[in-house]
């Protein structure tokens, strides 16, 4: 039997009907640890669009992650199970 993809609702970052699916990491692999590089080539399909409506390309090169914002790259790496803390401090 063949390994199961991710399939993720993105309706958070990119709107209602959004997805991506995404190769899920394993125990070895999320235990080595891999770099942001690496996770972005792990989404092999999705139908993000830009601010033009127009499709993006997957982020597998510099390139098309460049088109990205912050928030959707977070978005992404979360799907991994990285988290990330706000920069926000508060009131002093």
Known sequence: MARQ?????????????????IKPLTFAERKAGVNVDVLLQRVVEWNW???????????????????LTDQEIE???TQFGLVFKSNDAGPN
């Open 75 to 77: 978005f992404i790496l």
């Open 49 to 67: 669009t830009d601010w033009d409506d127009q499709p993006l390309p997957l982020p597998h090169d510099e390139e098309s992650r460049e088109q």
């Open 5 to 21: 993809l991710k399939r993720v609702d993105c309706r958070a970052v990119q709107g209602d009907g959004a997805y991506m699916v």
